[in-house]
């Protein structure tokens, strides 16, 4: 069984999977089958309690008593379906996940063996999540933690995906007054027999607000270039399917956020194992780590456009197998607080070419003297993903942030 942390992914041993998401409350559990436009075919796509079979896809409530699932059968699956994502969001009208900690368990649909389970760290306002997918890549079927949440309910995740959602069950407009007309249909005109209705949608759904912004948005990759990334959002380290194995540089930067004071602060990253174990730190007191693959260069170095302050070059091909987590940190040494700090960044720098591929910028600030600002993740297939933090902390040095840093992978 694995332990999924948000970005890894698992190929699929099973052809029918289960995935289960069991909370301390109540969840409503959907699938939608995607083709490769990350958009549903129709709103027949959409499984749900009220719909609860699509093709390949199945929805299985737990009765109140065991969690709601969704099964995959992926030989079953129409041919042009990449994707299918699994959500998850509380029964109860505008509850949130603050304080609630949903876990999904994939099993093996035939059998009930547990293949891997994933717990999404950190929720707060969100009032929906997009769970777990599992998708296609090169032929192969593969099931990927996601964990990304929303601030507007299931609605947000159906319109994201393409679904129609009715802002509300209002009445139908006035039709223009003749004798005949006169008794307007209730709520579901029985109109022309035009095309056909659409699938029966989710009243909770069909009742929240339209789709506002999501609170963190899906991967993407490099194919089109530099990439400038949102807090929580996750970037593949891969062009043209190709993963990108070579030397990188983490360029760290900041200003003071007052003229003429001078803000002192220090650039690490924290490497873990497979199981979030403490495998080193790199910072200004020990500048390489694990055999030479990552090395700090130190203060005050300019790369190639911005000024970075501090640059960490990480070599990708020589990290030893037991790194999979690295984790990118700022903190205060001297005590000053990140709200007397404008425009900390982070970017990514292929060292061969000083090119940028990927730039973090820190929009909001917390009066702490530590901060997470990314972190890279090493896939089951090999590739590395780096996700955008921003996460603060009470921390002045490096040795505070490794637990708090553990969490975040």
């Known amino acids: ?83 299918i994502v699994v959500t998850a969001s509380p029964d109860a009208a505008g509850q949130t996940f603050q304080g609630i900690e949903p876990t999904a368990t994939l099993r093996n649909a035939d059998d009930g ?19 777990v997918e599992i998708y296609l890549r090169n032929g ?9 949440g ?30 005949a007309a006169a008794p307007v249909a209730p709520p579901a005109p029985v109109a022309p027999p035009a095309p056909p209705a659409p699938a029966p949608v989710d009243p909770r759904v069909a009742a929240a607000a339209p789709a506002a912004a999501p609170v963190s948005t899906g991967k993407i990759n490099l194919d089109k270039g530099r990439v400038s990334l949102q807090k929580n959002q996750t970037v593949s380290l891969v062009k043209g ?19 003429g004071k001078d803000i002192d602060l220090d650039a690490s990253v924290i490497a873990y194992g497979p199981q979030r174990n403490h495998l080193d730190s790199c910072y200004f007191g020990k500048l390489t780590i694990l055999g030479g693959s990552v090395k700090h260069s130190g203060d005050n170095l300019t790369g190639e456009g911005a000024g970075d302050d501090e640059v960490i070059v990480v070599d990708l091909g020589r990290l030893p197998a037991e790194a999979t987590g690295l984790v990118f940190t700022v903190n205060s040494f001297s005590g000053q607080k990140f709200t007397e700090v404008a425009k900390a960044y982070c970017r990514l720098i292929d060292a061969a070419t000083n090119e940028e ?22 896939q089951f297939s090999g590739e590395w993903e ?17 637990k708090p840093a553990a969490q975040a992978l």
Do not use: C
Not at 66 to 80: E, K, M, R
Not at 386 to 402: D, N, Q, Y
């Open 140 to 148: 192969a079927w593969k099931a990927r933690a996601v964990g990304q």
């Open 357 to 378: 591929l990927v730039r973090f910028d820190l929009t909001t600030a917390e009066p702490q003297t530590g901060v997470m600002m990314a972190k890279l993740i090493k």
């Open 241 to 259: 399917g190709r993963p990108l194995l070579s030397q990188v540089k983490m360029g760290l930067g900041w200003e003071p956020a007052y003229r």
């Open 1 to 83: 069984m694995t332990a999924m942390t948000p970005g890894s992914n698992i190929p699929l041993t099973a052809t029918r999977v289960a995935v289960d998401v069991a909370a301390p409350v109540r969840l409503d559990v959907s699938g939608l089958l995607l083709g490769a436009n990350g958009k549903v075919r129709s709103d027949d796509d959409f499984i749900f309690y009220n719909q609860p079979s699509g093709p390949g896809v199945t929805y299985r409530s737990g009765g109140g008593t065991a969690p709601d699932a969704i099964q995959v059968d992926t030989g079953a699956l129409p041919p042009g379906i990449e994707r």
């Open 113 to 131: 063996s547990v293949l891997a389970t994933f717990t999404p760290p950190q929720l707060a306002t969100e009032t929906a999540l997009v769970v």
């Open 150 to 179: 929303y601030a507007n309910g299931l609605a947000g995740i159906a319109t994201d995906f393409g679904v129609s959602v009715d802002d509300a069950p209002a009445a139908a407009p006035a039709a223009p007054a003749t004798p």
């Open 386 to 402: 780096m996700t955008a933090l921003g996460e603060f902390v009470k921390s002045r040095t490096v040795r505070g942030m490794v």
